[in-house]
């Protein structure tokens, strides 16, 4: 209660007629009342009422203020829950944004960068994580016990009191002596195997004491020996690492096959791109004529995010997430993947310091879902081939994505969020164990003939069967021309198919050595000649660089002897390509009719 109540005072009047009176504080609504009555009694029930109205007054207020208190914290809790989720909305929304502006500059942010390797970062330069052990910290020596005092003749306990007949007799004082003496003695005798038992438990201490000692420091130099050779194994290891980084420099240097893919590998490996990007890349290189194939691992339309705002609905406490329309997403993704073709070419390009890779051919391979069969697929959905230096002579800073990608004669659907299957300029081969590199080895070889050597008019003859066997599903027909009229034509096929057939002709050339952009200008000009469809160049080797791309856009098809091995697995003909020993016959013939 807040009401205060002062003394009764008493007063009185001229003609003797009291009056009391007494104050009355409240110290809540700050009041103060003089109350008079002319009865103590009276006084005290106008005191009491009084203090009853005050604190009804100050128990009403105290609500109030208590209701508008609850009031004011349920409303500033509503407002920092507001503006918490507006935040949280915000942040969301920021983010949103800034993923699909990174995804938007893909190409922008990426060439701002020197992807080429940096051989010194590669080497592994971090200090031997583990620190050496601390020194241990030793017990202390045991201190002596404090020896107990040795007894002293002089001491009043080995005094010797005559009475007065010791006195009177000699013989008592001298019996009285001695056994004072015998006891100092005793004493003595006590005092000294004490001080032996101590001395001697001192002795057992130190002993303990240098034993965990030597314990101790043994332990340490264990530790400390144990760490040294993990420390020694680490750094020998270092070196080993930076050898084996010196030695991949070396051979990429060289132009070593293997060498440039795993640089390659690593170059596109250290490309910083968002999560939704796959970073999944398959290389195959053709180091004579320096045609690198990659086929790169797109992501799927559903991969990408669309989401651009979130909002919070203060009428319904949620949030509201709005996304990209379906326009705007398939803009967004055919611009990421043309984005991300582009920027990758030159990363390699622009990487590639000993010019290793004089042309690069890109397949966008994307996994999807297949809305129709609700089954995964999939499937090559744009392929480009880019000489290097016509691609750095581009300024990709100021390019349109997609007509950049036209500019360089690249194959795909106008809208690769339809995920439209095409043929790749140059298909990745990979699993024809018949075919030998030039590096092969021998005992790799499979059964049946080396296709690279056998006689050039059984060759001829063997792509007009092949070639009999793969249009005879749809009844065509496939001759072998003569050679004094042909214009360079081996074989001539005609196929019935309505749509996609008509005259084809077909030039076979057993090459050991990489064809040239002349044979495929020839191709060219007797296709034009003869009326045909299409020109069709079979090798047993590969094409250089400028011939794919003078092959690019035109109704030419060039198949190297990796594609011919599977033209003749497909149909059940043997045999293997191993240009190796192809050179060599042709050297040793050489060799013998000069001779």
């Not at 009047?13 to 009694?41: N, Q, W």
């Not at 942040?91 to 699909?100: F, G, I, K, R, Y």
């Not at 020998?236 to 990429?252: G, M, N, P, S």
Request: hydrophobic residues 35%.
């Amino acid at each position: 209660m807040k009401t205060r109540f002062g003394q009764i005072t008493v007063t009185h009047s001229a003609r003797g007629v009291p009056t009391y009176h007494a104050e009355v504080f409240h110290d809540g609504l700050h009041k103060y009342a003089l109350i008079r009555a002319s009865d103590p009694d009276i006084l005290r029930n106008k005191l009491l009422a009084q203090a009853l109205q005050w604190d009804t007054s100050w128990q009403k207020q105290c609500e109030t203020e208590a209701r508008i208190q609850r009031t004011y914290q349920a409303k500033e809790a509503k407002r920092l829950h507001v503006e918490r989720w507006k935040a949280a909305a915000l942040e969301q929304t920021t983010d949103a944004q800034h993923l699909l502006e990174t995804l938007r500059t893909l190409l922008t942010s990426g060439i701002e960068l020197d992807p080429s390797l940096d051989w010194d970062k590669l080497k592994r330069t971090t200090p031997f994580p583990e620190s050496i052990p601390p020194k241990p910290v030793f017990p202390a020596e045991p201190l002596p016990k404090a020896m107990p005092p040795a007894p002293y003749i002089t001491a009043y306990s080995h005094q010797v009191t005559f009475s007065l007949l010791d006195r009177l007799i000699a013989s008592r004082r001298e019996a009285k002596r001695a056994e004072a003496n015998r006891r100092f003695d005793a004493d003595v005798a006590s005092w000294n195997a004490a001080c032996a038992a101590l001395k001697a438990e001192h002795g057992l201490e130190l002993e303990i004491h240098r034993a965990k000692v030597a314990e101790i420091r043994e332990k340490y130099v264990e530790a400390v020996a144990k760490w040294e050779a993990r420390k020694l194994t680490y750094e020998e290891e270092e070196v080993k690492q930076h050898a084996r980084v010196d030695e991949f420099r070396a051979r990429y240097e060289s132009k070593n096959p293997e060498a440039v893919v795993e640089y390659c590998e690593r170059v596109l490996s250290q490309s910083e791109y968002p999560s939704c990007i796959p970073r999944e890349y398959d290389f195959e290189l053709n180091h004579e004529s320096g045609v690198l194939l990659l086929n790169c691992k797109l992501p799927a339309p559903a991969d990408i995010p669309t989401l651009a705002e979130v909002k919070y609905i203060q009428a319904t406490d949620t949030l509201s997430e709005r996304f990209l329309s379906e326009a705007q997403s398939s803009k967004l993704y055919d611009d990421i993947v043309y984005q991300i073709t582009l920027r990758t070419l030159f990363e390699l390009f622009y990487s590639d310091s000993v010019g290793a890779t004089a042309t690069i051919v890109f397949n966008g391979i994307v996994t999807s879902t297949d809305k129709g069969t609700g089954n995964q697929t999939t499937a090559c959905i744009l392929s480009v081939q880019a000489s290097r230096d016509a691609f750095l002579a581009i300024n990709l800073a100021k390019v349109d994505p997609k007509l950049c990608f036209r500019q360089l004669r690249g194959v795909g659907s106008s809208k690769l969020h339809s995920i439209t299957p095409v043929a790749p300029i140059i298909e990745l081969k990979r699993d024809d164990r018949r075919f030998i590199a030039s590096h092969g080895i021998a005992e790799n070889l499979n059964q049946g003939s080396n296709l690279a050597a056998m006689d050039w008019e059984d060759f001829e003859h063997l792509i007009r069967e092949v070639f009999e066997k793969e249009f005879s599903y749809t009844g065509g027909e496939v001759k072998v021309t003569q050679a004094s009229r042909d214009g360079g034509v081996d074989a001539v096929a005609f196929d019935p198919d309505p749509i996609r057939g008509g005259k084809m002709v077909i030039q076979a050339k057993r090459y050991a050595y990489t064809v040239g952009v002349s044979a495929v200008r020839d191709l060219y000009g007797t296709l034009l000649n003869e009326g045909a469809n299409k020109g069709i160049l079979v090798t047993t080797s590969d094409y250089g660089p400028d011939a794919y791309e003078f092959a690019n856009g035109k109704p030419i098809t060039l198949l190297s002897g990796s594609n011919l091995l599977h033209l003749l697995e497909k149909h059940g003909i043997s045999g293997h390509i191993n240009l190796n020993e192809a050179r060599k016959l042709a050297r040793e013939r050489s060799a013998r009719d000069t001779s």
